[in-house]
């Protein structure tokens, strides 16, 4: 039988930056100052009102810390938001990482939801420079939306964005598992 929350979980396999979303999240560091990989190409995309924002923020609150999360305009993305948050880097996962990073999805979605937003796009949160062993982030990923989303009304979607072929195949096993 299908899940009532199948409707509300969407995978595609692409660039985050061209998600037609209300608010895609970035994998971002807690200096908020942007960097390499999803980060960077957020901030290419959307411009310096985006790096204006998180400068305000870090002036206001100094940065942002692992497993939490800060929202600012999408500047000329396609998405009217940015959730920027920040995943833990891998260190063999007995420091807490799996906790962190459950803590990264719920935060981005509490602002989300606290925003009425209608739909959010995640990254894979810490699966890159930060080398967080993909088939555990995508567990974790689909099982703390799944729960967020029956719990909540808002956001009505959320979109993973699988940025390659094993990272979708990961998140489909995980939705239908
Ligand atoms: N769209 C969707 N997914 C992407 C894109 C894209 N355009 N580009 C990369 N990915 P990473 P992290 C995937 O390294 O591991 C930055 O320097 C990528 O394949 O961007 O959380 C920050 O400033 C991977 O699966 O983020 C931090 O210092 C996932 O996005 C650090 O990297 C996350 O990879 C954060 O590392």
């Known amino acids: 039988m299908a899940s009532p929350l199948s409707g509300r979980i969407q995978i595609v396999r692409g660039d985050i930056t061209r998600q037609p979303v209300a608010a895609i999240v970035n994998a971002a560091n807690s200096s908020l100052l942007g960097g390499g990989g999803v980060d960077g190409a957020i901030h290419r995309a959307g411009g310096p009102q985006v ?3 998180c ?29 920027h948050t920040v995943g833990p880097v891998w260190n063999g996962g007995h420091k807490g990482e799996p906790e962190l990073l459950a803590s990264c999805y719920r935060n981005s979605l509490r602002l989300a939801t606290a925003g009425r937003l209608e739909s959010v796009a995640f990254p894979g949160i810490s699966t890159g420079i930060y080398g967080y062993p993909k088939p555990q982030a995508a567990a974790i990923a689909v099982r703390e939306v799944r729960q967020w989303l029956a719990e909540n009304e808002f956001p009505k979607l959320v979109v993973l964005v699988a940025f390659d072929e094993e990272s979708r195949r990961l998140y489909e096993q995980e939705l239908l598992g």
């Open 51 to 53: 790096l204006d924002e």
């Open 55 to 83: 400068r305000q923020i870090r002036a206001r609150q100094g940065g942002c810390k692992t497993g939490e999360a800060v929202i600012t305009t999408g500047g000329h993305l396609p998405a009217a938001h940015v959730i």
